[in-house]
Antibody, heavy 120, light 108 residues
Framework: QVQLQESGPGLVKPSETLSLTCAVS?????????WGWIRQPPGKGLEWIGS???????YYNPSLKSRVTISVDTSKNQFSLKLSSVTAADTAVYYC?????????????WGQGTLVTVSS | QSVLTQPPSASGTPGQRVTISCSGS????????VYWYQQLPGTAPKLLIY???QRPSGVPDRFSGSKSGTSASLAISGLRSEDEADYYC?????????FGGGTKLTVL
C-alpha cells in the first residue's frame, strides 16, 4: 500500500521560506510516476503547486513558479517543496500526492496534509 | 476564480440520483481527461473518477463520470448519507493541473 506523509514547520514567518518534505512508503519513487504538491487554503478549493519525476524533471504552476522549488531524494524515497517569500496568502493545508503521469490531473495517493500558517 | 466551473452546492435525499457539472474550455476539458475527487470533512481528497469515466478499485459503481466537449459531469446514484462531501473536478490545461472550485453535496 502506497503511503505518503508530509512533514515540516507548521508556522512560517512572512517573507521567509516554507519547506516541506513528503516521505513515500510502499513504493519506490525511482520506479516511476510523477510526485506532486497541492495546497488548500482554509475553507477554499484546491490549487496545484507542481510535480517532479525521479529524474528531477519538474512542472510548476506558472502563478507560483518564481517562488517554488520541488526536489527529489531517491535515496531517502522522498521529495520536497520550498516556497520562498511567503505571505499570509500562502497559509494552507499542503498535500503531497502521486501523479498518474505527465500532463494529467490524476492524483491517486495523497498524504493526510499538513497545515502551514504564515504569521509573525 | 477557478478555471473549471462547478456549482457551489448540490443536494439530494437518500436514494436519489444527483449530478454535478464541471465546465471548462478547449484547452482543458476539451482536450484532456477529466478527473473527479471526493473530499470528506477534515480529510485529504480521494480519487473518485479517472480518465473521464473510469473508477479506481474500491469506488462503488454508484459513482459515474461522463464528458462531452468542454463539459463533464459526475453522477451519484442511490445517494447515501456518507456521500456528503465536497467534490472537485480537475483536468490538465496547457502546462498545469486546474481544479474546479468544488461542489458541496448535502444529503438531506
Amino acid at each position: 500500500q502506497v503511503q505518503l506523509q508530509e512533514s515540516g514547520p507548521g508556522l512560517v514567518k512572512p517573507s521567509e521560506t516554507l519547506s516541506l518534505t513528503c516521505a513515500v512508503s510502499g513504493y519506490s519513487i525511482s520506479s516511476g510516476y510523477y510526485w506532486g504538491w497541492i495546497r488548500q487554503p482554509p475553507g477554499k478549493g484546491l490549487e496545484w503547486i507542481g510535480s517532479i519525476y525521479h529524474s528531477g524533471s519538474t512542472y510548476y504552476n506558472p502563478s507560483l513558479k518564481s517562488r517554488v522549488t520541488i526536489s527529489v531524494d531517491t535515496s531517502k524515497n522522498q521529495f520536497s517543496l520550498k516556497l520562498s517569500s511567503v505571505t499570509a496568502a500562502d497559509t494552507a493545508v499542503y498535500y503531497c500526492a502521486r501523479v498518474l503521469g505527465i500532463a494529467v490531473a490524476g492524483l491517486d495517493y495523497w498524504g493526510q496534509g499538513t497545515l502551514v500558517t504564515v504569521s509573525s | 476564480q477557478s478555471v473549471l466551473t462547478q456549482p457551489p452546492s448540490a443536494s439530494g435525499t437518500p436514494g436519489q440520483r444527483v449530478t454535478i457539472s464541471c465546465s471548462g474550455s478547449s484547452s482543458n476539458i476539451g482536450s484532456n481527461y477529466v478527473y473527479w475527487y471526493q473530499q470528506l470533512p477534515g480529510t485529504a481528497p480521494k480519487l473518485l473518477i479517472y480518465r473521464n469515466n473510469q473508477r479506481p478499485s474500491g469506488v462503488p459503481d454508484r459513482f459515474s463520470g461522463s464528458k462531452s466537449g468542454t463539459s463533464a459531469s459526475l453522477a451519484i446514484s442511490g445517494l447515501r448519507s456518507e456521500d456528503e462531501a465536497d467534490y472537485y473536478c480537475a483536468a490538465w490545461d496547457d502546462s498545469l493541473v486546474v481544479f474546479g472550485g468544488g461542489t458541496k453535496l448535502t444529503v438531506l
